[in-house]
């Protein structure tokens, strides 16, 4: 296929993330304005609201830019998805007779604060990367039994909270919980110790369900991408999760990425899931490819230091789709809806440099990592900056999600002091 020009002359590169081939979704805002639909096309934002009242973006089934959030294309369904990205082609490519229409809808991107660019109606997350299920695994358990029984059959989920779902850039703050170390008789509540980030993609439904899905049907849903942190404080967890799963360890906040790139955009880099130990049930069996060939990395910055990159790792690396964990969570006739957010679950690779969280990094805390700048961490401390980013190259293009950033904040003083 190659780069798609377009006459934003800023797309037209072979490493810029947003070229005509990606054209994402996100909710901007410039100074005092009220926030608004836009899509990113090289270093600029197309104003959708702007367009749609110039008359460009007009669709019968619309308006669609008068609300800050993409929740209403959505429930339009794929055909609209196609038909509204055929036209955002056909106005940002080289040559369009619109072009000095549009140009008085383009803001700048440097210009613009970048806002959640859905509703989030329920988040989900799941724990579907083998890597870090077997480093988990082992690192709890034992490295001969370190994936549950269940692991090979189904993806293993929880239910989260959409509720602390915000854009990066947001900070986060270190949270207060029970917690109870080995070596102590009995619990106390204090600020989190083990505070960590978990790399996973969000995967977005577009589409209603109320009945069981198949993996075909799922995949359809599926609106667009997203990068995720799931925020994460382990020592919190590993007294409150058994037997019902992480609760307050995973509530304090997941971080997403602010540009929804779309399952159309991420087409030419499909790729499969890799071969499975145990035949999957039919309802979950693979039938095509379903993940995508997406490089992920994450960086740490202490307070005022450079980045160090921490790991790198790729989509690739998980044993579940999201298409097969959108089919899983239909089966129990669970209805899901327009703006439902799926996690991966951690994506780690094989390797101790594709690992991504810091529990697997520093093992535990038994090794800490030294940062470029000097100095080490087992677990994020308060002031460090933690950014996840992620692309697909093609050939002579790349499709880029961004960055999703959180900065720690210290913990607030107790707050039950009196
Ligand atoms: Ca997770």
């Known amino acids: ?88 082609q056909e106005l940002l490519a080289e040559g369009a007779a619109a072009r000095s229409e549009l140009e008085t ?11 959640l660019p859905f509703l989030v109606a329920e988040y989900t997350d799941f724990y579907a990367g083998r890597h870090h299920a077997f480093n988990v695994g082992s690192m709890f358990r034992d490295p001969a039994n370190a994936l549950p029984p269940n692991w090979l059959h189904i993806p293993i989920g929880y239910n989260g909270r959409a509720s602390s779902v915000v854009v990066s850039g947001t900070p986060v703050r ?56 799931d925020w994460s404080a382990r020592d919190i967890q ?23 790139v779309t399952q159309a955009a991420l087409a030419p880099f499909r790729a499969s899931c890799p071969p499975r130990d145990v035949e999957l049930l039919p309802h979950l069996r693979d039938t095509g490819p379903m993940l995508y060939d997406i490089t992920l990395t994450a960086s740490i910055a202490p ?38 957010l799926l996690g991966s679950g951690t994506i780690s690779g094989p390797t101790k440099p594709e690992r991504g969280s810091l529990l697997e990094l520093s093992w535990g805390g038994k ?4 940062l470029d700048t000097g100095e080490v961490r087992s677990f994020l401390e308060d002031g460090d900056t933690l950014t ?25 003083p107790d707050p039950y002091a009196r």
């Open 367 to 370: 090794d800490p990592i030294t």
């Open 105 to 115: 809808c383009l803001v700048a991107q440097v210009d613009a604060e970048m806002h």
């Open 238 to 260: 590993a007294w409150e999760y058994q037997p019902l799963g992480p609760f307050q360890a995973k509530a304090t906040a997941t971080s997403l990425s602010p540009w929804i």
């Open 1 to 88: 296929m190659g780069l798609m020009k377009s006459w934003v002359a800023s797309a037209n590169t072979v490493d810029h993330p947003f070229p005509l081939n990606n054209l994402p979704y996100g909710v901007f805002s410039v100074g005092g304005d009220d926030p608004r639909c836009g899509v990113a096309i090289g270093d600029m934002i197309l104003d959708c609201l702007a367009a749609e009242e110039a008359g460009l973006l007009e669709f019968d089934e619309g308006p669609f830019f008068d609300v800050p959030f993409w929740n209403e294309v959505m429930e339009a369904g794929p055909r609209f998805w196609a038909e509204l990205r055929a036209r955002l």
């Open 388 to 412: 996840l980013s992620g692309h697909a190259k093609g050939d002579g293009f790349t499709i880029g999600f961004g960055t999703c950033s959180g900065k720690i904040l210290p913990a607030l």
């Open 303 to 340: 307070e005022g230091k450079p980045p160090t990159k921490l790991s790198q790792t790729n989509y690739r690396e998980m044993y579940y789709s999201a298409a097969q964990q959108l089919a899983h969570h239909t089966t129990s006739g669970c209805p899901m809806n327009p703006g439902d």
């Open 174 to 229: 270190r949270p207060w919980g029970q917690l109870k170390s080995p070596d102590h008789a009995q619990p106390a509540f204090l600020p989190s110790r083990r505070f960590d980030f978990e790399l996973e993609m969000g995967a977005i439904v577009g589409t209603p369900s109320d009945r069981p899905v198949t993996v075909d049907e799922a995949d359809a849903m599926i609106f667009g991408y997203v990068l995720l942190n």
